[in-house]
C-alpha cells in the first residue's frame, strides 16, 4: 500500500499577544511536531483528550488552517520526498528545493492548489447541530461541493444528490427539508453525504459519534465501514473515547499536549501498551463490566496548558515512572514491536 | 414550507404585530391610491406641492371643501397628509435602502476579514459617530442647501455607521461556527461564503434595526423639516405641516385649541406611521428570536 | 431496605406546538437509603425530566400531570409528597435536602462570582443556624480571653452580636438581625456569618480534592479547568450534606482521565456521606462503575431495574440487550438497533419498543408492559416474561 497522507514535523503554533502593542508574547503549541504517514485504505484513528492537539491537527493536515512549520505530503511519490530531505539537510536554500516544496508540499500551497486538493479530501465535522447551515435546505448543503468545484448541474447534479443520500440512508423524499427537521444522527449522515459529494480519497472524520447517542454511534460507525469498503476511502479518525478506536481502527495514534507518545495497531495498543500515558488512558476508560473497576492508577493532576508545556517530556510532571533525564529530555518516537512506536525514555 | 406558516402564525397570535401589520397596510394603500384619495386640482404642475386656496395666514377650520382645513398660507391639510404618505415612504425607504446596502457591504467586509480593513472601517464609523447625529444632519443640509434629497442625503450619512457596526458583531459570531468552516473545507470561495451562508444568518438583527428604524428615519425629517430644513415651502410632507402649524400650536386666548387640526392631524399621521413600523419591528424580532432559540 | 424516594405513576407532558410530547410515562422508581441508582437512557428517554420532576424544575412548556413523589425526610422522620409543597417549602428542599449537580459545570456556575461566594451562598441560605452558632462561639471565645484597653471598648459590640448570633442559631432568620443587615453601618455586626461560611466552604473545597483550596475559593469559575468546575459544583451540592444527590451527566463533558478521577470522588462521597445518589448517564461503562443499582429508560419509561451485576451479566430486556450490543469494545462486532429512536409527538403505542424489537409480538403492539419482577430484585417490563 503506498503513502496517501505523509505528515512531517508538523507544528502549529497559536500566539498569544500581549500589551499595548500587541506583540506575541507566547505561543499555544496545539501541536508541536507531529510525524504520521497514513496508508490508502487505512484507517488511522487519532486518540486522545482534550488538548492534545487532535483536533488542530486535523485541520492543519487538510488545510483549514495554516501550518507553522512542518510537510504536508498528499499523494507525493517517494522519489520526491526523499529529494526534499536530502536537499534540506544540505541545508542550501535553493531554487530547486523551492520549487519542489511549491510543487508537493501541501503545507504551502496556495489557494487554487489548495481548492483541488479539497476535491480529494473532506472533513466531517464534530457537532452535526452546527456543521450544517440551518438556513438551508439539505439537498443544497449535500450539492454545495458540487456546485462549488463546478463538478455537475442541472438535472445530473439532482440525481448525484439523491443518490449520495440513499447512500447514507436517508431517503430522498428529505431533499426540501431543514436541518433542525432532522435528529442528531441524521444530521451526521447529512454531513457524510456532503463529504462524499466530490468522491473524495481521503476523509477526515473529528470526532463524528460524540454528541450522539450509544444505539445512534453504532449506526453511524457501521456505515463508515461500508462506505469505506464500498468506496475504497482511507480515514483519519479523531476520538476521545479509546473503546471506538480499538474496536473500528487498523492502527492507532495517541496524542499528548501536541505530540504523538504512542502508536502501533489496536490489539497492541490496548493490550499492551508502552507509554504510561496510553496504560493510564487504557486503565481509566469505564467499561460495561461491574467486574472491572477503574483506576486503581488513578492519573493525578490536570493536563498542563499547551501555552505552558512543561520541559522535556511533556508528561513528565503526572508520570509514576519519571527521572531525571524525563524533566530534560524530549523523547523520539521508537520502534519497540512490529509497527510499534513508543516515545518514551521509561516505556512499560 | 411549515416554517413560513408557523411565521405567519405566530404573527397572528400576537395582538400588536397585527396592529402594526394593519396600520402599515394601510398607509400603503393611501401611499397608492393617495391621486384618487387627493386629487389634484386641474391645471396643477406638481401634485407634490399642496395646492393654496388664498393666501391668508390664518389656518381655516374644517369645512366640507377642505375636510381638514388648511393651515397657515391655506394649505390644505387632507391634501398634504395624503401625499405626505408618498413623501414619507420615500424618504424612509430610499435612505434604509441605501444605509442598508453601504452597512451591509462595509460591515461584512470588516467583520469577515477583520485585520486592517477591519480597523480602517471601524474607525471611519468612529468619526462617523463621533458627531451627535441631528446636529450633523442639520450641518448637511444647511451645507447642500435645504431640499428633500438633502435631508434623505444627510440622513444616510449619519445613520449607515450603527448599521455597519451591527452587521459586523453578527458577522463575527456567525464567522466562528462550524458550518462556516465546512464550507472553507469544501473549498467554498471567500464571497460565496459571506454570501450564501455567513450574511443570510447574520441578517437578521439587521433586518429587525431597519424596520424601526424607517420610523425613526421619517421622524428625524420631519424633525428637520420642522426646522426649516427639509422640504420646499408647501410640499407635501408632514414635517413641513407641522412647521406651518408652528405659530398656531395654541390658539388665542379664551380658546386655545382652536387650530388644534393644525398640528394634530399632521403630528398623528407621523406618530401612527412610526408606531406601526415599530410594531412592525417588534413583530419580526419576536418571530426571528423563538425560531432561532427553538432551533 | 427504606426508600427516600419513591415515585409512582408520574406522568410529564410537554404542550408545544406541534404536539403533545410525553416526556415520561407511567413512571415507578424506588431510591433506597444511601444507595446510588444510576438511570441509563439515550435521547428522549426521559432521564433527565426525572430528575427535573423530583426538584419540581420542570421548565415550560413542561408539566407534572399526574402522578406522585414521596420524600422520605430522614431527620423529621417523615414522609413529604413533594408534588403537592408550596414553592416555598419546596424551595428549602431544594440545595438543601435534595441537591443537583447538572452537565456543564460551566453553567451551573455563574460567571461574575468567585467559586467561594457561590458556595458560601448555600451556607447562608440554608445553614444560617449552624454558622450562628459558630459565630456564636467565636464571640464567646472574644469575651472569656479579651483582655487589655483595646478589647475593652469592643465589649459591648461583642456583647450585641452575642446576643444576634444566639438569636440567628435558634432561629434561623429572626427580626433582630435582619432588620439590622439592612442598616448600613450596623450590617458589620453580622459579618461573622459570612466569614463562617466561608472557612465552611474552604472545607467543603478540600473535601471534594480541590488542591491549595483557599486560592481557588477566591478564583472566578473562567479561571478554572473543567475538572476543577465539576468539584466546586459538586462541593455546592454537599455544602448542607443533602439526603439525596442528583447527578445529571455529571462526567458527560470531561475527559476520560479526569472522569475517572471524578468517579473515584463519586465512590468516596457515597461511603463517606452516607447521601443517596440518583446518577444520570448515557455511558454504560460509567453506570457500572459508580451504581449499585440501574434503571434502564426508553422514550419515557422504565424498561428493566436490577443491580448493575445482574444488569451485566443477566439483561433480559430486548433493549438493554441490544445497548450492550451497541457499545463498542475491542474484538466484537457492533450490533446495531434498527430503526430510529421513538419520536417524542408520535411515540409507538403499546410498548414503546416494540418496532425495534427482534421479539416482538402481537400483544407488544397493543398493550404496554409493566413492571413484572423476574428474579431477585430485577424487575422488567417486557411481555416476554
Not at chain 1, 48 to 53: L, M, R
Not at chain 3, 24 to 49: A, F, N, P
Amino acid at each position: 500500500m503506498n503513502i496517501l497522507m505523509d505528515i512531517r514535523k508538523l507544528k502549529k503554533h497559536f500566539p498569544i499577544v500581549g500589551g499595548i502593542l500587541r506583540r506575541p508574547v507566547g505561543a499555544v503549541k496545539a501541536v508541536d511536531g507531529v510525524s504520521l504517514t497514513i496508508k490508502q485504505g487505512q484507517w488511522l484513528g487519532l486518540v486522545g483528550e482534550s488538548g492534545c492537539g487532535k483536533t488542530t491537527l486535523a485541520k492543519t493536515a487538510v488545510r483549514l488552517l495554516k501550518p507553522t512549520s512542518g510537510h504536508i505530503y498528499f499523494d507525493v511519490p517517494d522519489e520526491a520526498k526523499a529529494e526534499i530531505e536530502e536537499l534540506e539537510s544540505l541545508g542550501r536554500n535553493n531554487s530547486k528545493l523551492n520549487f519542489l516544496l511549491k510543487e508537493n508540499d501541501l503545507a504551502i500551497f496556495p489557494g487554487n492548489r489548495v481548492r483541488l486538493f479539497r476535491r480529494r479530501a473532506q472533513l466531517v465535522h464534530q457537532d452535526p447541530f452546527t456543521s450544517l447551515n440551518p438556513r438551508m435546505k439539505i439537498k443544497n448543503i449535500v450539492a454545495e461541493p458540487l456546485t462549488v468545484h463546478r463538478v455537475l448541474s442541472g438535472q445530473a447534479r439532482e440525481t448525484a444528490v439523491e443518490e449520495l443520500l440513499s447512500t447514507v440512508g436517508l431517503s430522498a423524499g428529505q431533499l426540501n427539508r431543514y436541518p433542525h427537521q432532522f435528529s442528531g444522527g441524521q444530521r451526521q449522515r447529512i454531513a457524510i453525504a456532503r463529504a462524499l459529494a466530490t468522491k473524495p480519497e481521503f476523509i477526515t472524520f473529528d470526532e463524528p459519534t460524540s454528541a450522539l447517542d450509544v444505539s445512534v454511534q453504532a449506526q453511524i460507525l457501521n456505515l463508515l465501514k461500508e462506505l469505506k469498503s464500498e468506496f475504497g476511502l482511507t480515514y483519519l479518525y479523531i476520538t476521545h473515547e479509546l473503546l471506538i478506536a480499538e474496536s473500528v481502527c487498523d492502527y492507532i495514534a495517541v496524542m499528548y499536549l501536541g505530540k504523538v507518545v504512542e502508536m502501533g495497531k489496536p490489539e497492541e495498543i490496548f493490550h499492551s501498551p508502552r507509554h504510561p500515558y496510553s496504560s493510564s488512558l487504557i486503565a481509566a476508560t469505564p467499561v460495561p463490566d461491574p467486574k472491572r473497576r477503574v483506576g486503581r492508577i488513578v492519573l493525578p493532576g490536570e493536563v498542563p496548558s499547551p501555552a505552558n508545556p512543561p520541559p522535556g517530556c511533556t508528561f513528565h510532571p503526572r508520570c509514576s515512572r519519571a527521572s531525571q533525564e524525563c524533566s530534560e529530555l524530549e523523547p523520539a518516537l521508537e520502534l519497540v514491536g512490529d509497527d510499534h512506536y513508543v516515545a518514551c525514555f521509561h516505556p512499560l | 414550507m411549515s416554517d413560513w406558516k408557523f411565521m405567519v402564525r405566530q404573527l397572528a397570535k400576537n395582538p400588536l404585530s397585527m396592529a402594526g401589520i394593519i396600520i402599515i397596510f394601510i398607509f400603503v394603500i393611501i401611499a397608492i391610491f393617495a391621486p384618487l384619495i387627493a386629487p389634484t386640482p386641474e391645471g396643477h404642475r406638481d401634485p407634490y406641492m399642496i395646492p393654496r386656496d388664498g393666501y391668508s395666514a390664518t389656518p381655516t377650520l374644517p369645512s366640507e371643501e377642505h375636510i381638514f382645513g388648511t393651515t397657515e398660507g391655506q394649505y390644505d391639510i387632507f391634501y398634504g397628509v395624503i401625499w405626505g404618505t408618498r413623501s414619507a415612504f420615500h424618504v424612509g425607504l430610499v435612505v434604509i435602502g441605501i444605509v442598508l446596502s453601504v452597512g451591509l457591504v462595509l460591515g461584512s467586509l470588516a467583520g469577515y476579514f477583520g485585520g486592517v480593513i477591519d480597523e480602517i472601517i471601524m474607525r471611519l464609523t468612529d468619526i462617523f459617530l463621533a458627531f451627535p447625529a441631528l446636529i450633523l444632519a442639520m450641518a448637511i443640509v444647511a451645507a447642500l442647501g435645504p431640499s428633500l434629497r438633502s435631508v434623505m442625503i444627510a440622513l444616510t450619512v449619519v445613520s449607515w455607521p450603527s448599521y455597519a457596526r451591527l452587521i459586523r458583531g453578527d458577522i463575527l459570531q456567525v464567522r466562528e461556527e462550524d458550518y462556516i468552516e465546512a464550507s472553507r473545507g469544501i473549498g467554498a470561495s471567500n464571497f460565496r461564503v459571506i454570501m450564501r451562508h455567513v450574511l443570510p444568518n447574520a441578517i437578521y438583527p439587521t433586518l429587525v434595526m431597519a424596520s424601526l428604524d424607517i420610523g425613526a428615519v421619517v421622524l428625524a425629517a420631519a424633525a428637520l423639516s420642522f426646522l426649516g430644513l427639509g422640504a420646499p415651502e408647501g410640499y407635501a410632507d408632514w414635517g413641513q405641516l407641522t412647521s406651518f402649524a408652528r405659530n398656531w400650536i395654541v390658539g388665542p386666548t379664551g380658546d386655545p385649541l382652536k387650530y388644534w387640526f393644525a398640528v394634530t392631524i399632521p403630528g398623528l399621521f407621523i406618530l401612527f406611521f412610526v408606531l406601526g413600523w415599530n410594531l412592525l419591528g417588534d413583530a419580526f424580532r419576536d418571530i426571528l428570536d423563538p425560531r432561532l432559540a427553538r432551533r | 431496605m427504606e426508600n427516600i424516594i419513591r415515585i409512582r405513576d408520574l406522568a410529564v407532558r410537554f404542550h408545544t406546538y406541534e404536539g403533545v410530547v410525553h416526556a415520561i410515562d407511567d413512571l415507578d422508581l424506588d431510591i433506597r437509603q444511601g444507595e446510588t441508582l444510576g438511570i441509563v437512557g439515550e435521547t428522549g428517554s426521559g432521564k433527565t425530566m426525572t430528575a427535573l420532576a423530583i426538584l419540581r424544575l420542570i421548565p415550560y412548556p413542561g408539566r407534572i400531570e399526574s402522578g406522585s413523589i414521596a420524600f422520605f425526610d430522614r431527620d423529621l422522620h417523615s414522609e413529604i409528597e413533594l408534588l403537592k409543597l408550596s414553592e416555598d417549602n419546596m424551595r428549602s428542599i431544594r440545595g438543601n435536602k435534595i441537591s443537583m449537580v447538572f452537565q456543564e459545570p460551566g453553567a451551573a456556575l455563574n460567571p461574575v462570582y468567585t467559586i467561594g461566594d457561590q458556595i458560601s451562598e448555600v451556607f447562608l441560605l440554608h445553614r444560617r443556624r449552624l454558622l450562628g452558632k459558630r459565630a456564636n462561639e467565636q464571640v464567646d471565645r472574644l469575651l472569656r480571653d479579651g483582655d487589655g484597653f483595646a478589647a475593652g471598648i469592643k465589649r459591648p459590640f461583642w456583647r450585641w452580636q452575642r446576643r444576634l448570633y444566639n438569636k440567628i442559631a435558634q432561629e434561623s432568620n429572626p427580626f433582630e438581625p435582619r432588620f439590622l443587615s439592612h442598616v448600613p453601618l450596623f450590617r458589620r455586626l453580622l459579618w461573622r456569618l459570612k466569614n463562617e461560611s466561608e472557612l465552611l466552604t474552604v472545607d467543603m473545597l478540600k473535601d471534594v480534592e480541590i488542591p491549595d483550596a483557599a486560592r481557588v475559593a477566591v478564583h472566578y469559575p473562567h479561571e478554572l479547568s473543567g475538572g476543577m468546575k465539576q468539584r466546586a459544583v459538586i462541593a455546592m451540592a454537599l455544602a448542607c450534606s443533602p439526603e439525596l444527590l442528583i447527578a445529571d451527566e455529571p462526567t458527560t463533558s470531561l475527559d476520560v482521565t479526569i472522569q475517572a478521577q471524578m468517579l473515584e470522588l463519586f465512590r468516596r462521597i457515597k461511603v463517606e456521606k452516607g447521601a443517596s445518589v440518583l446518577f444520570i448517564t448515557h455511558n454504560l461503562g460509567v453506570a457500572s462503575e459508580v451504581c449499585d443499582r440501574v434503571a434502564v429508560m426508553y422514550a419515557g419509561r422504565v424498561c428493566e431495574v436490577t443491580s448493575v451485576e445482574e444488569l451485566f451479566l443477566n439483561p433480559s430486556h430486548p433493549y438493554t440487550k441490544a445497548l450492550l450490543d451497541a457499545v463498542p469494545m475491542p474484538g466484537k462486532d457492533l450490533q446495531t438497533i434498527p430503526g430510529q429512536l421513538a419520536d417524542p409527538l408520535n411515540p409507538p403505542a403499546g410498548c414503546r419498543f416494540h418496532p425495534r424489537c427482534p421479539s416482538a409480538t402481537q400483544v407488544c403492539q397493543q398493550e404496554k408492559a409493566k413492571l413484572k419482577e423476574i428474579g431477585k430484585d430485577h424487575m422488567v417490563a417486557c411481555h416476554l416474561f
